[in-house]
């Protein structure tokens, strides 16, 4: 009897205190590259601008927004860390913007008669990826944050919103 | 002389059939030919190879250090040379010529920059059955994948006339810089254009290194005739192909100053010193993959105007035989590793050391 207690007790115990356990996606992110403020992040958003003509093609669309994609969410990712909410939030949306590009690309590419299976595989997995990164980082953020720079004008940023959009894009990609 | 000529072309002929025995079993679009003799009798090809080896070089060197006595007529030799080869299957001893053709496919078929996307990402491309090297991103330089346009859409679609098309195509270039020497000595030209290794690895196996060292040579050409601009879009040109010819820049400055002091310019030394560079960066390769044998072509082209030093001449002969020896360890055993990379290198080494105790021994005359 005794045993059926003890068991009854740990179910309630892991009910008390709720842990989300997010699926482990064997995807990996990149590094995290040079932060907004520095003069190589500069040169970054040249050679992102470069880059974009450098990958041209079908899957070099695919492979070019895809990366920045990963690129903008781990800088994100990061800058939400520090609490640089502002340039998180506006990383998080680029992201978006890549994001979204590289279904086109596939399809262009099954419209130009190339196998696109491992490139649907991959962007499922980036997009599983992401989506894990942005439900933990959801937890520790604030529904929305007033940003108030010096001598403007402040700015509601509504991040619980900006993740359900973020997820949303990814959601669709699955 | 007749008789040696008629054996060099007639080896050429045999050593093209021999390549037939080397089609690959993935090649669907030459099954027909397929023996799978280059799987069952790798020991007989073996002894094949060395045997026509041989005795291409051994006509090479009778050729070359008779070139004074025997009235060899230029035009028709390299007629014969490139009818005897242009037929053969190029990729008996190297798959590179595959890896031309998928490379020229990922850009002007599939449209996608061969430097982001790996051959083997068009799934399903029926290339890539034969393709080497298909994880690969493009290995050579941007003008070399732009000249490929020609060949890849002669080719009409059709494997095998793309296949041909790019060894015609190789093959010009190998006209090109025999018809280019000749024009700065025409003695010289014979000891580029019969030399088996460059005979093998330009019309047989078809590697772009001729179409890198056309563009090189011209460049100095047209550095002789003050065409400087022109010279320097054709060593360009050369380095967008294969960037060892980058090595070649010292000569360049060393000729730039001879030119702005008013010094005649010494077209002996150019030679000399891009011999010198071209072999030390053959040297080096080994750092970046390996040794292969068609890298000599880099600085074979500019010892063969070095043609007064006679020794150096046998030297640079008996090096090029070592050189496709090399190939025998994997042909003769189909593996890569263990023992293969020494005895390629004692095969290599072994002529070279031959000659030079023969000619020390001449020398002291012990052999007299």
Partial sequence: MFRYYLILFL??????????????????????????GSIIYKLNLIQEELLRFWYFGDFGQ???????????????????DYKQYLLAFQDLQKSDKYLKKIEPAILSAKKNGKNTTDKKKLLKEAAEKHIEELLKLKQNLPQTFKWRPEKQQGRTLNLSEAFENSIRVRQEAL | MNIVVSIFILTLVLFSIFTYSFV????????????????????????????????????????????????????????????????????????????????????????????????IEMLNDPYLAFTRAANKTALYGPFWILLTVIPYFLGLGSFILTLFSFKVFIALFYIGTIYLMRRIDKTAAFFLALNPLVIIESLISSHNDIVMILFALLSLYLFFQKNYMSSFLSILGSVFIKPATLFLTPVYLGLLKDRIFGKKINQEKAFKYSAILMFIIFVLSPIREELYPWYAIWFITFTSFLRKNKFLQSLVLVFSLGLMLRYIPYMATGNYFG??????????????????????????????
């Fill in chain 1, 11 to 36: 179910t309630f115990l892991i009910l008390l205190f709720p842990r989300n356990i997010f699926a482990e996606s064997s995807y990996v992110l990149p590094y995290p590259s040079a932060m907004p």
């Fill in chain 1, 62 to 80: 695919f492979k070019y927004n895809l990366s920045q994609s990963d690129k903008y969410l781990v800088e994100a990712k990061t800058l939400f």
């Fill in chain 2, 24 to 119: 690959d079993i993935n090649l669907s679009y030459l099954s027909n030919l397929y023996t799978g003799l280059y799987l069952n009798q790798r020991i007989l090809l073996s002894i094949i190879y060395s045997s026509l080896i041989v005795v291409l070089f051994s006509c090479s060197y009778f050729l070359l250090t008779n070139l004074n006595r025997l009235k060899l007529n230029l035009n028709k030799l390299i007629l014969f040379i490139v009818l005897a080869t242009i037929f053969a299957y190029p990729a008996a001893l190297t798959f590179d010529i595959f890896n031309y053709i998928t490379t020229a496919k990922v850009t002007f078929l599939y449209q996608e920059n061969p430097y982001v996307v790996y051959p």
């Fill in chain 2, 339 to 368: 023992l293969t990379p020494i005895i390629r290198n004692i095969l290599m080494i072994t002529p070279v050391l031959i000659f030079l105790i023969y000619t020390w021994l001449k020398r002291y005359s012990l052999l007299r």
